[in-house]
């Protein structure tokens, strides 16, 4: 459900994830491929706010864990961001490929 979803907003805004792989424990791996005229603080409010909303309304049971609790959101304010070129593409989606093998 998550997976489709953040391709479905990908689709919707203009940008690409080249891969995904969702953590063991609290944290998702994108590599997002944009033009240029989207910047990165939009995508990742259109990810973080769109997904929480519909997270939320799909699977109800999240709210008592996270919605309820005083100061507590389904996702941290945080998030990391490295720009790339071509040559290290591969490198960077061979590591995003590997954190469910290494999490496991």
């Known amino acids: 459900m ?15 994830i080249a891969h995904l792989e969702i953590g063991k424990d609290d944290h998702v791996h994108l590599m997002v491929s944009a033009p240029p005229k989207l910047s990165v603080t939009n995508i990742v409010r259109w990810l973080k706010g769109i997904t929480a909303y519909q997270l939320f309304r799909k699977c109800p049971e999240l709210q008592t864990s996270y ?3 005083k100061g507590r959101h389904l996702w941290s304010p945080s998030y990391y961001v490295e720009s790339i070129g071509a040559v290290n593409e591969q490198a ?4 995003i490929d590997d954190q469910r093998k290494k999490e496991s």
């Open 2 to 16: 998550f997976k489709e979803l953040v391709n479905q907003i990908a689709k919707e805004y203009g940008f690409t």
């Open 67 to 69: 919605w309820k609790q």
């Open 92 to 95: 960077v989606a061979k590591y």
